[in-house]
């Protein structure tokens, strides 16, 4: 039930869900790249927000720790909570796919424009962890897109209350923890990372 080979599996059966769950990234990250007015003003806030966390991070005693536990609680609770809030018509995991694709878009057009160096920030910065990290948030949101269809079905009553649908969502059901499950791994290991690697790279 909840080995890796079934977690891949099941990946299979969100297909189109996926599909739809990278575009949104991908939209966001064009939206952040060309944001301009309150779209900009909305993603300075958000760095500002990212840049007054992390110093907090480093003067702290124990930096490399404070940053893993931090990235890991804060991606991991957010990921598994955003597949059960999908419930509500897959609003939240739109929002959160587009709204992490426009500051990571932001954040490069920003140092683009700026000067800085592409290659650390991309390669140094953003690469060692976010191969691991970004593929995990997307997955997460899939579920929770597939999660608000099926309840959108459910209520427009595409889904009958028989045996063959109350079998589809439980199967469904055992899926999501399954990815909960896989999901946090991963993104222990993209923690793990972030606050050794791409910290040392970066310092």
């Known amino acids: 039930m909840l080995s890796f080979f079934t977690f891949i599996k099941d ?15 991908i939209l966001g990250g064009v ?10 003003e909305l993603l300075n806030e958000q760095l500002k927000g990212i840049s007054r966390i992390s110093g907090d991070l480093r003067e702290s005693s124990h930096p490399q720790w404070s940053f893993f536990v931090f990235i890991f609680l804060n991606n991991s609770i957010k990921s598994v909570v955003i597949i059960f809030l999908g419930a509500l018509f897959g609003i939240l995991p739109a929002f959160f796919l587009l709204v992490n694709g426009a500051v990571i878009g932001y954040l490069i057009h920003l140092s683009a424009i700026q000067g800085q160096d592409l290659f650390t920030l991309i390669v140094k910065g953003l690469l060692p962890h976010g191969i691991i990290e970004i593929p995990a948030i997307i ?20 889904g009958s209350r028989n045996a063959g649908n109350k079998e589809a969502w439980s199967i469904f059901m055992r899926q999501t923890i399954t990815a909960s499950v896989w999901i946090v791994i991963l993104l222990l290991i993209a923690a793990i990372i972030e606050s050794t690697i791409t910290f040392s790279l970066l310092s």
């Open 11 to 25: 990946l299979g059966t969100i297909r189109k869900t996926l599909l739809l769950a990278v575009s949104l990234f």
């Open 139 to 158: 997955i997460a949101c899939a579920f929770g897109l597939k999660f608000g269809g099926k309840a959108v079905s459910a209520l427009l009553g595409a």
């Open 31 to 40: 939206a952040g790249w060309i944001g301009t007015g309150s779209l900009q």
